[in-house]
C-alpha cells in the first residue's frame, strides 16, 4: 500500500533522530514480545536514513514491511500507534 499526497505534510518527516527531512518509506514493524502479530508500528524515513532504521529494526526482528510513503489517504490515518 502507498501513499499519495498532493503536498507534502509537515507532520510527515524521518524519525531519525534529529532529522526534519520530508518521509520517502515507511518502515512497518512491531516487537512480538509485546505486540499481537497483525499489529504494526509506524517508522518514517527519508532516502537517507532509511538503510539505518531499517537495520536498526531488522537486527532485532522487529521490521516487517517497507513501504513508499505517496498515496492518497494520509498516512496518520493509516498507521496503528
Known amino acids: ?3 499519495e499526497l498532493h503536498e507534502p ?3 510527515l518527516v524521518c524519525s531519525a533522530r534529529g532529522c526534519r527531512a520530508g518521509a520517502a518509506h ?5 516487537n512480538p514480545r509485546l505486540h499481537t502479530p ?8 527519508c532516502g537517507e536514513h532509511l538503510d539505518h532504521l531499517s537495520a536498526h ?4 526482528g522487529f521490521l516487517r ?3 513508499a510513503v505517496s498515496a492518497t489517504a494520509p498516512l496518520a ?3 496503528t500507534a
Open 1 to 3: 500500500m502507498a501513499f
Open 9 to 11: 505534510a509537515p507532520d
Open 26 to 30: 515507511a518502515l512497518l514493524w512491531n
Open 38 to 45: 497483525e499489529r504494526r508500528k509506524t517508522w518514517l524515513a
Open 57 to 60: 529494526l531488522q537486527v532485532r
Open 65 to 67: 514491511e517497507v513501504e
Open 77 to 79: 490515518a493509516q498507521r
